[in-house]
């Protein structure tokens, strides 16, 4: 009896800790913009939100992070939204110094702290001065 217990546990643990996924689709539509100041709003393709501290959308958050000692970006550094009037929503920020600069990274993760595959995480970028990548900027 013993032996066919631990048999059974054998086949069986493995198959219980296993999770199941989702996927998500994140395009910065329907997702809550969380402001510095405290302010919160709901994106949907007609407004631009700046002085965006942290975006949540489908279990996952992105969060601007400055360099250190600075917790505010100038205004208009970090924007989610309408961003090129264009009635697409979008994630945008300044990396430079100076200026609007601020940006030294964008922390993504899932808010319940599951594991995170990156297998299908894709994003795209335009150049410096603005326009479609010609490269692999």
């Not at 100041?37 to 996952?60: H, K, L, M, Q």
Request: no cysteine; net charge negative.
């Amino acid at each position: 009896m013993k032996l066919k217990l631990a048999y059974a546990l054998g086949i069986i643990a493995p198959v219980s800790i296993v999770q199941p996924s989702y996927a998500a689709l994140i395009d910065f539509t329907g997702g809550t913009v969380y402001q510095f100041g405290g302010s919160t709003a709901t994106t949907d393709t007609t407004r631009n939100y700046a002085n965006v501290d942290y975006y949540e959308e489908d279990g996952v958050r992105f969060d601007y992070i400055g360099p250190p000692g600075n917790p505010f970006p100038p205004v208009g550094a970090n924007n989610i939204g309408n961003y090129y009037n264009v009635g697409n929503d979008v994630i945008h920020g300044h990396w430079d110094e100076g200026g609007f600069g601020f940006l030294e990274s964008i922390v993504v993760n899932k808010i319940d702290g599951s594991s995170f595959d990156l297998n299908y995480f894709k994003i795209t970028t335009n150049t410096a001065i603005g326009g479609a990548a010609v490269s692999d900027e």
